[in-house]
């Protein structure tokens, strides 16, 4: 992996916090050029500072749900070093409500920003990597995207999507030379769960145990460089744990996996 993104061009959404900030700060000391991405440019704008290289990062404002705006934020992305060479798709929030209690509006609004913004900015970024027959697109999903548990329906059924598409995508484009690897990421110590939406859209405002107890953005951030490097196709991020066992059962022994699940305590 030594010298993999040295000088390559990468595109991070979520960038001001957590796994993206981590991200950033692994990519810029391997070398490569950044554009940072999210709403909050005043985050952006510390975590630009905050990296080896700060003059090779850019700051680039999108929210997610402004899906209109994205062929101009992509012209713009694709100007700042005349070329990008992987796009992070990271930016994204989690939920927590029963099936039962959750407003449809609010399925909405977690497939909106979890999966159609994806779909959305793909489509915008798709021909440059076409035009440059190269691009890589990584794509954060969660161990979410691959089980089910109580709580999760909004977000397990956007990250779920996203293997569909992505894996659809890959079939059409991996004779181009454009890559894509999904990342399922187990707990990581970052504010998600903060910001997760409940039954009626509001935000959780707790950190859970599981996420307080998580791997730290900057070791998921190694992980993650060398699922990248490596072009996996599938990779799972986290502690070897209980995260990692679900997805090892779920494959092998599904039905195992989904009676544990009905015995999980919502939470
Ligand atoms: N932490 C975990 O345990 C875990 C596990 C599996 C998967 N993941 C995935 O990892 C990704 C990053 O999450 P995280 O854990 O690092 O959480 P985080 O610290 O809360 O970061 C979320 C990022 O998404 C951005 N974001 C939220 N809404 C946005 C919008 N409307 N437009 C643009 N950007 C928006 C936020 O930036 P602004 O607020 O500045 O816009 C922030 O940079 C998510 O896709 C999440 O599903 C996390």
């Given at each position: 992996?030594?010298?993999?993104?040295k000088d390559k061009v990468i595109w991070i959404t979520g960038a001001s916090s957590g796994i993206g900030e981590g991200l950033a700060y692994a990519f810029s000391?391997?070398?490569?050029?950044?554009?940072?991405?999210?709403?909050?440019?005043?985050?952006?704008?510390?975590?630009?500072?905050?990296?080896?290289?700060?003059?090779?990062?850019?700051?680039?404002?999108?929210?997610?749900?402004?899906?209109?705006?994205?062929?101009?934020?992509?012209?713009?992305?694709?100007?700042?070093?005349?070329?990008?060479?992987?796009?992070?798709?990271?930016?994204?929030?989690?939920?927590?409500?029963?099936?039962?209690?959750?407003?449809?509006?609010?399925?909405?609004?977690?497939?909106?920003?979890?999966?159609?913004?994806?779909?959305?900015?793909?489509?915008?970024?798709?021909?440059?990597?076409?035009?440059?027959?190269?691009?890589?697109?990584?794509?954060?999903?969660?161990?979410?995207?691959?089980?089910?548990?109580?709580?999760?329906?909004?977000?397990?059924?956007?990250?779920?999507?996203?293997?569909?598409?992505?894996?659809?995508?890959?079939?059409?484009?991996?004779?181009?030379?454009?890559?894509?690897?999904?990342?399922?990421?187990?707990?990581?110590?970052?504010?998600?769960?903060?910001?997760?939406?409940?039954?009626?859209?509001?935000?959780?405002?707790?950190?859970?145990?599981?996420?307080?107890?998580?791997?730290?953005?900057?070791?998921?951030?190694?992980?993650?460089?060398?699922?990248?490097?490596?072009?996996?196709?599938?990779?799972?991020?986290?502690?070897?744990?209980?995260?990692?066992?679900?997805?090892?059962?779920?494959?092998?022994?599904?039905?195992?996996?989904?009676?544990?699940?009905?015995?999980?305590?919502?939470?």
């Amino acid at each position: 992996m030594d010298n993999y993104f040295k000088d390559k061009v990468i595109w991070i959404t979520g960038a001001s916090s957590g796994i993206g900030e981590g991200l950033a700060y692994a990519f810029s000391a391997a070398g490569a050029k950044l554009i940072l991405s999210s709403r909050r440019t005043d985050e952006l704008e510390r975590v630009r500072r905050a990296c080896i290289h700060p003059e090779d990062v850019q700051v680039l404002p999108l929210d997610l749900f402004d899906i209109p705006s994205f062929t101009a934020r992509t012209a713009q992305a694709i100007a700042y070093f005349g070329h990008i060479d992987i796009m992070v798709h990271n930016g994204g929030i989690s939920q927590r409500s029963l099936v039962r209690e959750t407003n449809l509006d609010v399925h909405r609004r977690v497939m909106e920003l979890d999966y159609f913004s994806y779909v959305a900015l793909t489509t915008a970024l798709l021909p440059h990597f076409d035009e440059r027959k190269a691009g890589h697109f990584v794509v954060m999903s969660s161990v979410m995207g691959k089980i089910g548990t109580p709580m999760r329906s909004a977000y397990a059924a956007a990250k779920h999507a996203l293997h569909g598409f992505f894996d659809c995508l890959r079939a059409e484009v991996s004779a181009d030379n454009i890559k894509v690897t999904l990342l399922t990421p187990g707990y990581i110590r970052t504010n998600i769960s903060l910001h997760a939406i409940t039954r009626d859209g509001s935000e959780l405002g707790t950190l859970s145990e599981n996420i307080a107890g998580g791997l730290a953005p900057e070791k998921a951030a190694v992980q993650i460089l060398h699922a990248i490097a490596k072009g996996s196709f599938e990779s799972f991020i986290g502690k070897f744990g209980g995260e990692k066992i679900a997805l090892w059962v779920n494959r092998y022994a599904p039905g195992v996996l989904i009676k544990k699940a009905a015995k999980l305590s919502p939470k």
